[in-house]
T-cell receptor
Framework: ELKVEQNPLFLSMQEGKNYTIYCNYS?????LYWYRQDPGKSLESLFV?????AVKQEGRLMASLDTKARLSTLHITAAVHDLSATYFC????????????FGTGTLLAVQP | NAGVMQNPRHLVRRRGQEARLRCSPM?????VYWYRQLPEEGLKFMVY????????ESGMPKERFSAEFPKEGPSILRIQQVVRGDSAAYFC??????????????FGEGSRLTVL
């Protein structure tokens, strides 16, 4: 059964700093997703990573996937307050079900 | 193109009552997933449905919970005889998975159930 773990669970960082959130998964996953959730809101899709070595960037966020290490990272560059949210990674079995298995989330608080 | 629509957004029930949560997928999507999020936790898969069929209900509690996705109308997650532990946010997601697309899930705003 696929298990997904994220670390850290909580991250407080200053504006302008860089940091990385790590997502490890236990078995083969067809693809890896990153989502953002603001308090009381739904999940916003950030990235879908489909293959080993995939790297995607959007603004100050960059996600990568290493399927051999079963590791995905979400790198934050020069953080700004607007990035404060909870970030989830999720893997999937794919196949007929395509259900997502979520990590526990990383609460990011960017301080001015 | 409207997104995934869920209602009600907030629902308060007393213990023992029934809760019905509705989800209309995005236009053209025929795959619906329900997830539950307990406070300060990640989302847990509950059930996956296609029109008129339950494909995977491995995450559904064995009792009191049921889901359907009829040929016409929204998908419904039904919780009978609610207990305080059912208090959570319930998210619906839909996808249009065919061929080589990513099978990406699009989430609704969620229904927040509070059991008194």
């Amino acid at each position: 059964e696929l298990k997904v773990e994220q670390n850290p669970l909580f991250l407080s960082m200053q504006e302008g700093k860089n940091y990385t959130i790590y997502c490890n998964y236990s078995t083969t996953s067809d693809r890896l997703y990153w989502y953002r959730q603001d308090p009381g809101k739904s999940l916003e899709s950030l990235f879908v990573l489909l293959s080993n070595g995939a790297v995607k960037q959007e603004g100050r966020l960059m996600a990568s996937l290493d399927t051999k290490a079963r590791l995905s990272t979400l790198h934050i560059t020069a953080a700004v307050h607007d990035l404060s949210a909870t970030y989830f990674c999720a893997g999937t079995y794919g196949g007929a079900t395509n259900k997502l298995i979520f990590g526990t989330g990383t609460l990011l608080a960017v301080q001015p | 193109n409207a997104g995934v629509m869920q209602n009600p957004r907030h629902l308060v029930r007393r213990r023992g009552q029934e809760a019905r949560l509705r989800c209309s997928p995005m236009k053209g999507h025929s795959h619906v997933y329900w997830y539950r999020q307990l406070p300060e936790e990640g989302l847990k898969f509950m059930v996956y449905l296609q029109k008129e069929n339950i494909i995977d209900e491995s995450g559904m509690p064995k009792e009191r919970f049921s889901a359907e996705f009829p040929k016409e109308g929204p998908s419904i997650l039904r919780i009978q005889q609610v207990v305080r532990g059912d208090s959570a946010a319930y998210f619906c997601a839909s996808s249009h998975r065919q061929g080589r697309d990513t099978g990406e899930l699009f989430f609704g705003e969620g229904s927040r159930l509070t059991v008194l």
